[in-house]
T-cell receptor, first 113, second 108 residues
């Protein structure tokens, strides 16, 4: 089935460690996005990519990094510079252009101890 | 940037009741979407509705672009409708902006 796969679903890390969250899609979508969700809040955009080998910062990019080497993959690294990394991370994709319909993965819940 | 306001923030219903959720935008949007987040965190796209009315089963949505709002109707609600409903809009920028959501609880 076509869709977006995020892994891992749950992740625990010690403070000061970098962690990479995986996002893979087989929808043949050009655009991919990473969002962060905190309890009781809406979604905030971290990074997005509209084409392979290109990406732009969203509203809260500090402390995060991404790469887009393949159309299907858009991994997110939460670095030690991110001051408050514990959150729910959601990856999404769309056909591209002016966003279009957005489809989400199941999310990755990161807890930093 | 565009501001998105959702109301009410919380809604509690008995199974079988109808409800209306509202989304207001501070500026014109040309991309408007409604999502449902289930209790496990999964976000499902319900409607892509920059204007007009669409229906899907017990759910329907109406966007009045000239007045900068959208409504999501849920009829004959079921316990599986519980969760958080988000609307998101996009104006002149490339980024979709999400509201803070309406948390719906449907009791049996």
């Amino acid at each position: 089935d076509g869709g977006i796969t995020q892994s891992p679903k749950y992740l625990f890390r010690k403070e000061g460690q970098n962690v990479t969250l995986s996002c893979e899609q087989n929808l043949n979508h050009d655009a991919m996005y990473w969002y962060r969700q905190d309890p009781g809040q809406g979604l905030r955009l971290i990074y997005y990519s509209q084409i392979v080998n290109d990406f732009q910062k969203g509203d809260i990019a500090e402390g995060y990094s991404v790469s887009r080497e393949k159309k299907e993959s858009f991994p997110l690294t939460v670095t030690s510079a991110q001051k408050n990394p514990t959150a729910f991370y959601l990856c999404a994709s769309s056909r591209g252009g002016r966003t279009g319909e957005l489809f989400f993965g199941e999310g990755s819940r990161l807890t930093v101890l | 940037g565009i501001q998105v306001e959702q109301s009410p923030p919380d809604l509690i219903l008995q199974e079988g009741a109808n409800s209306t959720l509202r989304c207001n935008f501070s500026d014109s949007v040309n991309n408007l979407q409604w999502f449902h987040q289930n209790p496990w965190g999964q976000l499902i796209n319900l409607f892509y509705i920059p204007s007009g009315t669409k229906q899907n089963g017990r759910l329907s949505a109406t966007t009045v672009a000239t007045e900068r709002y959208s409504l999501l109707y849920i009829s004959s609600s079921q316990t599986t409708d519980s969760g958080v409903y988000f609307c998101a809009g996009q104006g002149g920028s490339e980024k979709l902006v999400f509201g803070k959501g309406t948390k719906l609880t449907v009791n049996p």
